[in-house]
């Protein structure tokens, strides 16, 4: 039976699938994207957070057996609105086992699920958990090595692997583009994002997500500092070579 570490549940979420969904945060990311705004989510273990109400241990570790079950108390509502689970946070592949079971066991009860990747991982591990979901939201942060790198302190080799056998299977994924001022919202970026994926049979859309200066704001309660290094007040430029070329898109 795995067992894994969340530290967040939200009910009604709207934007992180089809219908009216909960989402389910795994804890630990081998990312550290600049922008990040759950940095939470870094860690792979529990920690103090403070809040307005108090402090308290940020970090929850369950069974998926366990998850399952309080999940799977909402499916007549998620059946109702068409809507289902998101796993986000974090990086839910970093805990390969604990997703799998998860996913396995939320299949089973026939809830729609769908897991939100930043695409790092071994390709193993991509291509045997992956399928076991029905929807992929791919959060696509650069697709320059180097910049990558820069920004999010690894490379995108795994990541552009995984993108490129996403978009060869029959897989449903949404692409999704945190535009971060100066740093990935040039025509050159989106024009590299178009061409691995525009003959992608499974592409449900491309997502286009500006950075929000509020992104920040938890640091502080967790005694970490924000100091991005790119301009917070500058506006995202929209190079939205989708519509041009009709791929179904949205700007939120």
Request: glycine share 8%; proline share 4%; hydrophobic share 45%.
């Amino acid at each position: 039976m795995a067992q894994g570490i969340i530290f967040s549940i939200e009910e009604f979420a709207l934007n992180d699938g089809p219908g009216i969904r909960t989402t389910v945060f795994f804890k630990g990311c081998p990312l550290r994207c600049a922008w990040c705004h759950n940095p939470e989510g870094f860690s792979f273990a529990p920690q103090m957070i403070r809040t307005m109400d108090g402090e308290r241990i940020c970090g929850e570790r369950i069974t998926a057996e366990a998850l399952s079950d309080r999940l799977a108390k909402n499916a007549g509502f998620f059946n109702m609105t068409l809507g289902g689970i998101t796993i986000t946070g974090g990086e839910p592949l970093a805990q390969p086992e604990f997703l799998a079971e998860l996913l396995v066991r939320l299949r089973k009860q026939g809830i729609h699920t769908a897991i939100e990747t930043s695409g790092h991982a071994h390709a193993d591990v991509f291509r045997r958990i992956v399928p076991l979901a029905d929807l992929i939201l791919f959060d696509v942060k650069s697709m320059d090595t180097a910049i990558h790198k820069k920004y999010t302190g690894v490379d995108n080799t795994l990541i552009l692997a995984n993108l490129e056998w996403l978009a060869g299977s029959s897989m449903k994924f949404i692409v999704r583009l945190p535009l971060i001022p100066g740093i990935n919202d040039s025509v050159e970026q989106m024009n590299a994002v178009y061409e691995a994926i525009k003959d992608a049979s499974g592409l449900v859309r491309v997502e286009m997500l500006r950075y929000h200066k509020t992104a920040g704001a938890k640091y502080a309660m967790l005694d970490m500092a924000y100091h991005p290094p790119f301009n917070v007040h500058a506006t995202v430029e929209i190079n939205n070579i989708f519509e041009i070329n009709n791929i179904n898109n949205i700007v939120l």
